[in-house]
């Protein structure tokens, strides 16, 4: 498995773009519209936000998939199109523009949006720019399309790995938008894959549902989870290996592939998160179960008091075990030990449930990098769980203190 | 009902001091150590942190009061007397320490502390100061004490009220600390109540369970809970009433009282959270159980993107609506009406779900209050609830960045 640029132009098939249409008022060099397109039928699947009040571009997309096909993606960035009168019209003419410019039907479209919510989207800006972007679609077309559906983020997200099945070189690419608002279950986060594979549309969906909750669910920015978040696959075949229908060898290192690149992804939203200064990764080893690994994981890497201790290279190891005591997990804090790690070096902080002289200005040093890891043993069992967030800043509060105006 | 100064002194029969004794070493001014003492047994009733990770001051006190009598609370700030070897020792020697000053037990004193989690108490400095803080016990002491149990609070929390029950003058007095690390159920929160009513220890205890589900568990700062909270009552009986023995009115007219003492600490809690610029008070009406009322309500004054658009005074609804989408509880989004108000007026920012056109500057100026008010109406039933909480400001992250050190 190899780690290859392109984004989701890299597998056969598919070409992508972005553009600027007018969606983002303050800045004409922001791109706002993306298109992905596939040069054949795509089987497709896809996973929502858990939140109650949902954007009308899920309930659309949740109908045009309802077949387990789909031919390419349209999204827009600066707006949510959610909780206004027409939100549910404009998704679907979203659709209906990118069909009409690209020659398919309107159904054949996931159609995404991210942004404010309670605002009405300019869709006559969409409708102007639908021509432009299809004008832009290319092979080179992933980095305009990733940059096309960010918001607060810094920096786009973008990857692809590439494989071999039964001699056949097999791709998935993919980009992806996070930043905040993100929290399992699917924050405003966007993700977008696409792979060449040949894989029955059951199969796909089996392999999504069984990453996206080891990969993006385990990702929380601010505890915050929006409207809007999908993260879909579609698969052309056109790799022409042969078809992935049940679970054999073929499809674990599909899904293992889905998984890297899905855990990629994860990782670029953690630590691109609104504000980050750093990516913090918890780990939860020898638990007795990976749901009770996970809830403590994500207990900690979700603590604003953790979170802000990270900030400032804090090494507060008792905000980690109280984050961990109100997770609802059953666990020992008699039993736990507890490290703090980076790419320096790492410092043993807690043994046992009970605090360890440790030398603070070491701390403080592998505390300050860019990934830091609190890697925490329960000592009850097997199993283990990784979750990801990041540090709460200044920056986060000045972001979302204006952020419509 | 009339609200009156004194704080915990201002019930008959009750002293209360507090001193600086060296636990907290950065400023010799900041009191540290604060002890309440009734001059007769009281029945006593308290409620405790749910956080799996419970404070050895916790395990003392629930041991102490499994008789349901009590004399007086031991306290102190600056270090939580938590998961060190020695914690569960020296939550009994200040219990000790304190009997040996006033010639009671040790049995006698509820024991609580309050700081930073998993550093070594500096037990010789409470033996030491709890002569001194003996020697200060006043009828004025109330002031101190409050002063000796705040972290990074600004403000001391201290209230107190008189009513009358069958011709007697009856008083509930009370101080409080909150500031960060304050989130159902009950975060680094103390709360000490005393009163003169005469009240049996079930009663007290049923009013006292009644009453923290409705006001301190309705406060949340960071949605991080604590090691070491709890809230206690003690009843001394010397106001001489009849004794309130089972859920008569007599009974509603305390139960009501106490509603008020608590309700008024919440509210100084939560707008005093740490770094709040102003206290944001959510109520949902119309719900079709005070249960989902609660939980929506609380999802709403919880989130960081609310909290992060109200120190922004930024009428960011749809954060609102998203929140409560989030919450788990069951609602209609498309029934939802939503203002925001302050002192200053209110405007009507979303009705049946979709957002209206609203004047941006006098909404602005609504925001900028220092309490706001998130109105919600649901349009499904006669519940209702309110929730506390406070805005997420840079001094937050300042704070917590480097609580330690």
Redesign the interface.
């Given at each position: 498995m190899k780690q290859i640029s392109g984004g989701v132009t890299a597998p056969k098939g598919f070409v992508a773009g972005g553009v600027h249409c007018g969606v983002k008022t303050h800045n004409k060099d922001k791109k706002d519209l993306a298109l992905i397109l596939s040069e054949r039928e795509c089987t497709a699947a896809a996973v929502y936000t858990?939140?109650?009040?949902?954007a009308a571009p899920i309930y659309v997309t949740m109908d045009h998939l309802e077949d387990g096909t789909a031919w390419g993606i349209v999204a827009n960035s600066g707006n949510?199109n959610?909780?206004?009168?027409l939100s549910h019209e404009y998704a679907e003419e979203m659709c209906q523009y990118a069909a009409q410019a690209t020659g398919r039907k309107a159904a054949d479209f996931v159609v995404a949006s991210t942004g404010?919510?309670?605002?009405?989207l300019n869709i006559a800006a969409i409708q102007k720019g639908m021509p432009e972007v299809v004008q832009a679609l290319s092979k080179e077309g992933s980095d305009a399309a990733a940059h096309a559906i960010m918001t607060t983020d810094t920096e786009k997200k973008e990857t692809a790995v590439t494989f071999t099945l039964g001699g056949k070189s097999v791709t998935i690419g993919a980009i992806a938008k996070g930043s905040?608002?993100i929290?399992p279950n699917m924050g405003t986060m966007l993700a977008f894959l696409t792979t060449d594979c040949a894989i029955t549309e059951e199969m796909l969906a089996e392999a999504l549902h069984e990453t996206v909750p080891r990969t993006f669910n385990r990702v929380t920015v601010?505890?915050?989870?929006?409207?809007n978040d999908m993260c879909v696959v579609l698969a052309n075949g056109m790799a022409e290996n042969d078809q992935i229908e049940w679970k054999d060898d073929n499809y674990t290192v599909f899904q293992k592939a889905l998984r890297q690149v899905c855990e990629y992804l994860a990782r670029c939203i953690a630590g691109d998160g609104e504000g980050a200064s750093r990516l913090v990764t918890c780990t939860v080893h020898q638990a007795r179960s990976e749901e009770s690994a996970e809830r403590l994981a994500k207990a900690v890497v979700?603590?604003?008091?953790v979170k802000?201790?990270m900030?400032?290279a804090?090494?507060?190891?008792?905000?980690v075990?109280?984050?961990?005591?109100?997770?609802k997990a059953?666990?020992r804090?008699e039993y736990v030990d507890m490290k703090f790690a980076s790419a320096v070096g790492e410092v043993e902080v807690?043994r046992q449930?009970?605090?360890l002289d440790f030398d603070?200005e070491a701390a403080k040093s592998i505390l300050s990098q860019d990934e830091v890891i609190i890697d925490i043993t329960l000592h009850e069992g097997k199993e283990e769980a990784t979750c990801w967030g990041c540090d709460?800043?200044?920056d986060?509060?000045?972001?979302?203190?204006?952020?419509?105006?």
């Open positions: 858990m939140n109650r009040v949902k949510a959610a909780c206004c009168p404010v919510i309670g605002q009405t905040g608002m929290h601010d505890g915050d989870t929006s409207t979700a603590s604003p008091l802000a201790a900030f400032g804090d090494a507060n190891w008792g905000r075990l109280c984050a961990m005591g109100y997770s059953p666990f804090p807690c449930g009970m605090g603070e709460l800043t200044y986060y509060v000045r972001i979302n203190g204006d952020y419509r105006t």
